[in-house]
C-alpha cells in the first residue's frame, strides 16, 4: 500500500512538474517530446531506485522502450520525406532534361524544314530564272525572225522596183 501511494505520488510529481515543458514541447515538435519523455523514464528509474519499486523501474523501462522507438519512427519518417523531396528533385531533373531534349529535337525539325523551304525556294527561283532566259530566247528569236522577214520583203521589194 506504502508503495502504491509512493508511486503515485512521483506519478503525480511528474505530471505535474511536465505540464509547462509538454506545452513547449508540444509546440518546438516531436524531438522535444521525445526528449522529455526520456527525462520522465529516467526520473521515474531513478525513484525507483531509491524506493526499491520494481514496479516503478518496469514502467520506466517500458517508457523507455516506447520512446525508443518513437525515436526511430521520427528517425524513419524524416528519412522518407528526405527520399520523397529526392524523389521529387529526381522527378523534376528528368522532367527539365526530357523538355530540353524535346525542345531541341524541335530545334532540329524547325532547322530543317526552315532549310527545306530554303532549298524550295531556291529551285523555284532557279526554275523562274530558266524560264526569264527561255522567255528572253524566244523574244529575240521573234525579233529575229521578224527583222529577217522584213529584210526578206525588202530585198523582195528591191528586186521587184529594179527588174
Known sequence: MIRKLQRGAVDVSLKAARVLPDRFAKLSGESAEIALDQVDAEVRDAAGRLLFDDELRQDAQRRRV???EREE???LRGKAEQVKQEARETEQRRKSSAAKVERAQ???IDEQARKERLETLRTKEQALEEQADAATAK???LRLQRKAAET???RKQAARNGA
Open 66 to 68: 516506447a520512446t525508443r
Open 152 to 154: 526578206k520583203a525588202k
Open 73 to 75: 519512427a521520427l528517425r
Open 106 to 108: 524541335q530545334e532540329r
Open 139 to 141: 523574244d529575240e528569236a
